[in-house]
């Protein structure tokens, strides 16, 4: 199957990236994970309601570079692609 169409049938799904466990994004996740425990034990009620608005806030916000992030480089890769197709003899300087 074509590369475009594993992409169509979501065969390929860059956002579903397996991070291995001892790599910095899992040690960071970790983190991450511990201080909102000590945040939810340490906030009231209504501390942790505006807490779980700024996360998702956050989230949302990481969703939207991520995708702006991955538009720019699969542009950059296709241009660099097409540099390559339409100069076959490379650049005269």
Do not use: H
Not at 3 to 19: A, C, D, V
Not at 38 to 57: H, R, S
């Amino acid at each position: 199957m074509l590369f475009l169409e594993e992409f169509w049938y979501g065969n390929i799904s860059p956002g579903e990236e397996k991070y291995r466990p001892n790599s910095e994004y899992s040690k960071s996740f970790r983190t991450m994970e511990k201080c909102e425990e000590l945040l939810k034990d340490k906030l009231d009620a209504e501390g942790w309601e505006v807490f779980q608005e700024y996360a998702k806030a956050q989230m949302e916000a990481n969703s939207l570079l991520d995708c702006d992030s991955f538009i720019s480089g699969f542009r950059i890769g296709a241009k660099a692609v097409m540099d390559v197709l339409l100069e076959p003899g490379g650049r005269k300087t």
